[in-house]
T-cell receptor, first 117, second 115 residues
Framework: GAGVSQSPRYKVTKRGQDVALRCDPISGHVSLYWYRQALGQGPEFLTYFNYEAQQDKSGLPNDRFSAERPEGSISTLTIQRTEQRDSAMYRC???????????????FGSGTQLSVL | AQSVAQPEDQVNVAEGNPLTVKCTYSVSGNPYLFWYVQYPNRGLQFLLKYITGDNLVKGSYGFEAEFNKSQTSFHLKKPSALVSDSALYFCAVRDSWDSNYQLIWGAGTKLIIKP
C-alpha cells in the first residue's frame, strides 16, 4: 500500500481480555517495528522483524505481549489478559531495511489507540 | 549508555521568525541522528538525518539541522517559521557501536507557531 496501515484505529477493551493489533507495512519493506507511545512521550521500542524473523523482542514488557509476522508482511501484536497499564498508542513502522542507512528511515502508521477499562 | 535529551517541552515562535528545537545526545561510538515530526492524529514522519559528512543537514519542509560534535547536539532549525510547522518534534539517535538497529528517542518538543 501507499503507507503503513494499522487497524483498528481505536480499541477499547475490558481488563483481562486479549487484543490483537494489526500492521500492514509498505509493500516491499523488509523491516517492521512495533513501538508504544505514551501521550507526550517519544516512542518506546517493543520489537522488530526482518522479513518473518523476529530479530529483537527485548522491548516487550512481559510475556503477555507477543508479535508475529508469519509471511514477512503483515504483523500482529497480541496482548493477552490486558491490564489498564497497557493503555497507550501502539505504533507500527516499516523500513526498506536493505542496509544500515535505509533501515533507519522509518515510515510510521497512524497507530492504534488502546484503552483498557 | 545511549540517551537523547530534548530540554524544552514546548517552543513558541511567531510566524516568520527563525525557529530552533534543541536536541543533545550521548553515545559511545559515532552518532546517527534523526529528526521526526508528528502532526496531530498522524504517524511520525521522517524529516532528516545525519550519518556522516557535512555538519549541516537539509531535510523536508525547509528544515535543517546542525551536528555539533563538541557540544553533542543536533538542533533542528528553520529560517522562517510557518503556522503549519506546529507539531510535535522528536529527535532520535543510534550508536554506531550498537549492533542492534535501535533508535533511542527523545521525549519530544511541542512547537507552536503563532500567526
Amino acid at each position: 500500500g501507499a503507507g503503513v496501515s494499522q487497524s483498528p484505529r481505536y480499541k477499547v477493551t475490558k481488563r483481562g481480555q486479549d487484543v490483537a493489533l494489526r500492521c500492514d507495512p509498505i509493500s516491499g519493506h523488509v523491516s517492521l517495528y512495533w513501538y508504544r507511545q505514551a501521550l507526550g512521550q517519544g516512542p518506546e521500542f517493543l520489537t522488530y522483524f526482518n522479513y518473518e524473523a523476529q530479530q529483537d523482542k527485548s522491548g516487550l514488557p512481559n510475556d503477555r505481549f507477543s508479535a508475529e509476522r508469519p509471511e514477512g508482511s503483515i504483523s500482529t501484536l497480541t496482548i493477552q489478559r490486558t491490564e489498564q497499564r497497557d493503555s497507550a498508542m501502539y505504533r507500527c513502522a516499516s523500513s526498506l531495511g536493505w542496509d544500515r542507512e535505509t533501515n533507519e528511515k522509518l515510515f510510521f502508521g497512524s497507530g492504534t489507540q488502546l484503552s483498557v477499562l | 549508555a545511549q540517551s537523547v535529551a530534548q530540554p524544552e517541552d514546548q517552543v513558541n515562535v511567531a510566524e516568520g521568525n527563525p525557529l530552533t528545537v534543541k536536541c543533545t545526545y550521548s553515545v559511545s561510538g559515532n552518532p546517527y541522528l534523526f529528526w521526526y515530526v508528528q502532526y496531530p492524529n498522524r504517524g511520525l514522519q521522517f524529516l532528516l538525518k545525519y550519518i556522516t559528512g557535512d555538519n549541516l543537514v537539509k531535510g523536508s519542509y525547509g528544515f535543517e539541522a546542525e551536528f555539533n560534535k563538541s557540544q553533542t547536539s543536533f538542533h533542528l532549525k528553520k529560517p522562517s517559521a510557518l503556522v503549519s510547522d506546529s507539531a510535535l518534534y522528536f529527535c532520535a539517535v543510534r550508536d554506531s557501536w550498537d549492533s542492534n538497529y535501535q533508535l533511542i528517542w527523545g521525549a519530544g518538543t511541542k512547537l507552536i507557531i503563532k500567526p
